[in-house]
T-cell receptor, first 112, second 112 residues
Framework: RKEVEQDPGPFNVPEGATVAFNCTYSNSASQSFFWYRQDCRKEPKLLMSVYSSGNEDGRFTAQLNRASQYISLLIRDSKLSDSATYLCVVSRYGGATNKLIFGTGTLLAVQP | EAGVAQSPRYKIIEKRQSVAFWCNPISGHATLYWYQQILGQGPKLLIQFQNNGVVDDSQLPKDRFSAERLKGVDSTLKIQPAKLEDSAVYLC??????????FGPGTRLTVL
């Protein structure tokens, strides 16, 4: 079983739709949580950190449930420019420093 | 601020040949990472440096992969000899004080 699991998609949604991505992690020692965005043939970039209290950045809302080891990302009013792969990432202490564990990513395609 | 630089951007080699990738992290970033991203998967950590010391190389196939960061700044990753399954994007990332990882554009390796 992978340490971070995501539905690979693709999620095909029309512009303006609301879409939700889910992610589960298996290591309860995980400390920090993130969503990264990766455009086609580009490098991953940090989208937002995820906190237990939930956090919002414009149209994006991230949520963490430590008890269920579950992370979510909600995108409201989808834009064509939101089309990308969304990577769920957890951080845990691995030896001398923190290490990031990436999920396989969920592909989002927003259709006009 | 200049980002993480990598070269070459693309490399095509035949199996059993050798190849080297170069990375220059963001100025002042002490921590440097090499990741392997196979098509359809999330990045997988190969090796992590703190200044010029290795802090995690548990997932580096040491029979064929090697990496160094001699002066604590730029780094090279080498594969010798390459196998077909090494075809992937090799991403370099660096971290400063706030633990956000910044990725370079990657080197896309094709092994024929």
């Amino acid at each position: 079983r992978k340490e971070v699991e995501q539905d690979p998609g693709p999620f095909n949604v029309p512009e303006g739709a609301t879409v939700a991505f889910n992610c589960t992690y298996s290591n309860s020692a995980s400390q920090s949580f993130f969503w990264y965005r990766q455009d086609c043939r580009k490098e991953p970039k940090l989208l937002m950190s995820v906190y237990s209290s939930g956090n919002e950045d414009g149209r994006f809302t991230a949520q963490l449930n430590r008890a269920s080891q579950y992370i979510s990302l909600l995108i409201r009013d989808s834009k064509l420019s939101d089309s990308a792969t969304y990577l769920c990432v957890v951080s845990r202490y691995g030896g001398a420093t923190n290490k990031l564990i990436f999920g396989t990513g969920t592909l989002l395609a927003v259709q006009p | 601020e200049a980002g993480v630089a990598q070269s070459p951007r693309y490399k095509i080699i035949e199996k059993r040949q050798s190849v080297a990738f170069w990375c220059n992290p963001i100025s002042g970033h002490a921590t440097l990472y090499w990741y392997q991203q196979i098509l359809g998967q999330g990045p997988k950590l190969l090796i992590q440096f703190q200044n010029n010391g290795v802090v995690d190389d548990s997932q580096l196939p040491k029979d064929r992969f090697s990496a160094e960061r001699l002066k604590g700044v730029d780094s090279t990753l080498k594969i010798q000899p390459a196998k077909l399954e090494d075809s992937a994007v090799y991403l370099c990332a660096s971290t400063g004080s706030y633990n956000e990882q910044f990725f370079g554009p990657g080197t896309r390796l094709t092994v024929l």
